[in-house]
């Protein structure tokens, strides 16, 4: 499940002090919500498929299925009552052996984990990233990566185990494996 977080972040000019926006883009498991998510200066395909990249990568392989919440870059939606998978995104996916399948529009039953998870990355990384001064992609991206590191280990409240744990015992095996070139 892959989503753009809303209200983005942003970025300071060390010579001007302008700010300019930071998009962050948030991959979620299905079944344990272990999530991945990471920051770009734009929202086009382009970065929308090295994300996607990045987070195989970081889950040590690729989920059989990719749900995409309707965003532009990888879907077509030119009618109201069919959503298409648009050919770059497609090739992204036949590349990773991956089928797409865009969330439904009407009756969103799939986009809960998207939803929840962008939530948690609004709620625990966003708003605090709001407090600090971040003059590099890379500097709020290593900040991102520690929040979803700490955010994916800790301990689930209402079952045993963390996003991390319940990943290896049980989601892991899911995953098919990494192509030997990435897109």
Known sequence: RSDWAGAPPSLTIRLTGAKTKVYVLVVALPYTARFWAQGFADMRQRSWQEGQARAFEDFG?????????????????????????????????????????????????????????????????????????????????????????????????????SRDSVYEDEERACMQPLPSERY
């Open 61 to 161: 392989g690729v989920p059989r299925m990719l749900v995409p919440d309707n965003a532009a870059t990888a879907t077509d939606r030119s009618s109201v009552y069919v959503t298409l998978v648009n050919d770059g995104y497609r090739r992204f996916a036949e590349h990773y052996g991956a089928a797409v399948v865009p969330a439904r529009v009407r009756r969103p039953r799939d986009k809960a984990v998207a939803e929840s998870t962008v939530d948690l990355v609004e709620k625990w990384i966003i708003a605090p990233s709001d407090e600090m001064t971040f003059y590099s992609l890379e500097e709020f991206n290593g900040f991102c990566l520690e929040r979803v590191r700490w955010l994916n280990a800790r301990p689930f409240s209402a079952k045993e185990g």
